[in-house]
C-alpha cells in the first residue's frame, strides 16, 4: 500500500504530499503523522500540498484533524503551497480550516514555525544546530 | 381576408409604401442621426413586400405558420440593428405601427361598404399587433444582448491586481460585487499571490456602492480563501456608511483586519513587514 514519508528536520516533521489523496491514504498519512510526532516530539509539523489539484470535505476535515491532534501533542501544523482552486472549493466547502497555520511555500511555512516555536526550552541549541547540519 | 382585399393590397403596395413613408418622416421622433432617410426606404421596403406577398395565404392570424417566417425575420432583423443602433422603444414601435396606419388608410380609400371595411380593418389590425409583439419581443432580446456583453467587458476590465510592492498586493474593486465577480476577484488575486509569492493582499473597497450581507459574505470568503494560500488579507476603503451598513446588519468582521484608507493598510503592511518609510532630509552645502 502506498505511504506517504514522513521526514524529519531537526524538531519539525515535513511532509509532502506528492499525490493526489484518497481517504484510505489521508486516514493512514493521519495516524503516521500522529505516531511520529509523538516518538520524536517533534514541535512542529510541516503539511506541503503544493502538487494537490483535487481536494474534498474529507481531505479538507483530515487536515484539520492532523492540526487539532499535532496541537494536543504540543506541534504547530503549518500547511504550505496551498493551490487557488484547493483554497476556492475550501473556502466554498464552508471549510476555512480554522486552527490550521498557512504560508506561501516551504521557506516561508520553516520560517514561521521558526517564529512560532518558543525557542527558550532546554534543547534549543541542539536543535537549531540539527536545523543548521541538515 | 377576402381575395379582394389582398389582391388589392397588392396592386396598392407602392401607394402603402409611399404612405408609411410619408409617415415616418413626418414623424417627430424620426432619428435622421442614427439611420439614413434611403436606408429606412429600403428597410420599409424590403418588409412590404415580404409583408403583402404573404398576405395571400389564408393563415393570417397564425404567426406561427411557415408562410410568415420570412417576415419575422425580416422584422427581426430590423429590430435587432435598431436595438443596437439605440433606438428607443417608442421609435421602433411606431415604426411598425405607422405601416398598421397606411395599410389601414389604403383599405379605407379603397373599401367603400363599411361592414367589409370594418372586418378587414380588423383582420389587419391583429397581423400588425401580432407583428408589433414579435417586433419588441426581438428588440428586447437585442437590448438584452448588448447589456451582457458589456456586463462581460466590466467584469474583465474591473478586478485588476496591482503589486504595490515586492510582496504587497492591492485589488481595488470597483462596482457591486456578486457572486460571479466574487468568483473572477478571488482566482486573480489567489493566482497572484502565487506568482508574486506575496504575503500581503490589500482589498480596497472604496469603489463598492453598497456593502449588503451577501456582499460581505463574498468579502469573507475571498479573505478566508487568501489566509488558506499563506497570505494576510486587510479589506481597506471603508466608508462610514458602509461601517454602519456592517454593524447595523449585524455581520461579524472582528477576524478581518480592516483599514479605512488604502494608505492606512499599505502602512499597516509595511509595519508586518518590518519596512520603514521614512522621510530624507534634504543635505545642503
Not at chain 1, 493521519?30 to 506541503?48: F, H, N, R, Y
Not at chain 2, 504575503?199 to 463598492?208: F, M, P, R, T, W
Amino acid at each position: 500500500m502506498d505511504k506517504i514519508p514522513i521526514l524529519r528536520m531537526g524538531a519539525f516533521l515535513l511532509v509532502t504530499i506528492q499525490v493526489d489523496l484518497y481517504d484510505r491514504l489521508a486516514l493512514t498519512l493521519e495516524a503516521d503523522l500522529v505516531q511520529m510526532v509523538q516518538k520524536t516530539s517533534a514541535k512542529g509539523v510541516l503539511i506541503d500540498i503544493s502538487a494537490v489539484s483535487i481536494v474534498d470535505s474529507f481531505m479538507g476535515r483530515i487536515i484539520g484533524n492532523i492540526a487539532s491532534m499535532s496541537k494536543i501533542l504540543d506541534a504547530e501544523t503549518v500547511v504550505v503551497g496551498m493551490q487557488p482552486a484547493v483554497a476556492i472549493t475550501l473556502i466554498e466547502l464552508g471549510l476555512p480550516l480554522k486552527g490550521v497555520h498557512t504560508a506561501l511555500d516551504v521557506e516561508k511555512g520553516m520560517n514561521l514555525l521558526k517564529t512560532m516555536i518558543d525557542f527558550t526550552e532546554d534543547d534549543e541549541d541542539l536543535t537549531e544546530d540539527d536545523l543548521i547540519a541538515e | 381576408m377576402s381575395i379582394n382585399t389582398y389582391q388589392l393590397l397588392q396592386k396598392k403596395k407602392k401607394n402603402i409604401l409611399e404612405l408609411w413613408m410619408k409617415n415616418q418622416l413626418a414623424d417627430e421622433g424620426l432619428r435622421e442621426d442614427l439611420i439614413s432617410n434611403e436606408e429606412l426606404r429600403s428597410q420599409s421596403e424590403e418588409l412590404v413586400t415580404s409583408l403583402v406577398g404573404n398576405l395571400s395565404s389564408d393563415n393570417f392570424s397564425d404567426l406561427n405558420s411557415d408562410e410568415w417566417s420570412p417576415v419575422i425575420e425580416i422584422l427581426g432583423g430590423i429590430a435587432i440593428t435598431r436595438a443596437r443602433q439605440g433606438f428607443s422603444p417608442r421609435e421602433t414601435g411606431n415604426f411598425v405601427f405607422s405601416l398598421k396606419e397606411a395599410l389601414l388608410e389604403v383599405l379605407q380609400e379603397e373599401i367603400t361598404d363599411s361592414k367589409q371595411l370594418f372586418a378587414e380593418s380588423l383582420k389587419i389590425n391583429r397581423i400588425m399587433d401580432n407583428l408589433s409583439v414579435v417586433t419588441f419581443e426581438t428588440f428586447i432580446k437585442g437590448r438584452e444582448e448588448v447589456i451582457l456583453r458589456q456586463t462581460d467587458e466590466i467584469t474583465e476590465i474591473s478586478t485588476p491586481v496591482i503589486r504595490v510592492w515586492d510582496g504587497i498586493l492591492a485589488l481595488p474593486i470597483i462596482g457591486t460585487l456578486d457572486s460571479a465577480r466574487t468568483q473572477i476577484v478571488m482566482e486573480n488575486l489567489l493566482q497572484e499571490i502565487v506568482e508574486t509569492r506575496s504575503s500581503i493582499a490589500i482589498l480596497d473597497i472604496s469603489g463598492v456602492p453598497a456593502v449588503d450581507s451577501l456582499v460581505a459574505q463574498h468579502l469573507i470568503k475571498t479573505v478566508s480563501a487568501t489566509r488558506l494560500m499563506g497570505a494576510e488579507c486587510i479589506i481597506s476603503g471603508i466608508r462610514p456608511e458602509i461601517a454602519q451598513t456592517v454593524v447595523h446588519l449585524g455581520i461579524d468582521l472582528s477576524n478581518i483586519i480592516t483599514k479605512s484608507s488604502l494608505a492606512s493598510a499599505l502602512a499597516y503592511a509595511f509595519k508586518v513587514m518590518r519596512l520603514e518609510v521614512r522621510k530624507v532630509s534634504t543635505i545642503q552645502k
